[in-house]
Nanobody, 117 residues
Framework: QVQLVESGGGLVQPGGSLRLSCAAS????????MAWYRQAPGKQRELVAT???????AYADSVRGRFTISRDNAKNTVYLQMNSLKREDTAVYYC???????????WGQGTQVTVSL
């Protein structure tokens, strides 16, 4: 029983930055592994980054060095800081929560990120 709400998407120029936020409610946030996925038009949804319950991050090769995932368990929020954005980063970005033994995974509604001149 987890509800996720993303925010922070928008239009940004190549080379620019955005920070996405995902606010969670309805369960014990600190016990969930959190992740960001994205889906571009006509493409499969792909994993962007994940962060463990203890705060250990992992990244897709395409974003490593440019994106940073973090979590604030006191605020029940996970973030995705996106720097040096490229046109190919354009997608709908989704927040995800999961753990073994839960009824998940749970998904947010998505937030649009468009990287364009």
């Amino acid at each position: 029983q987890v509800q996720l709400v993303e925010s922070g998407g928008g239009l940004v120029q190549p080379g620019g930055s955005l920070r996405l936020s995902c606010a969670a409610s309805g369960s014990i946030f600190s016990t969930y592994v959190m992740a960001w996925y994205r889906q571009a038009p006509g493409k499969q949804r792909e994993l962007v980054a994940t962060i463990s319950r203890g705060g250990t991050p992992a990244y897709a090769d395409s974003v490593r060095g440019r994106f940073t995932i973090s979590r604030d368990n006191a605020k029940n929020t996970v973030y995705l800081q996106m720097n040096s954005l490229k046109r190919e980063d354009t997608a709908v970005y989704y927040c995800n929560a999961n753990k073994m033994g839960s009824n998940g995974p749970y998904w947010g509604q998505g937030t649009q990120v468009t990287v364009s001149l």
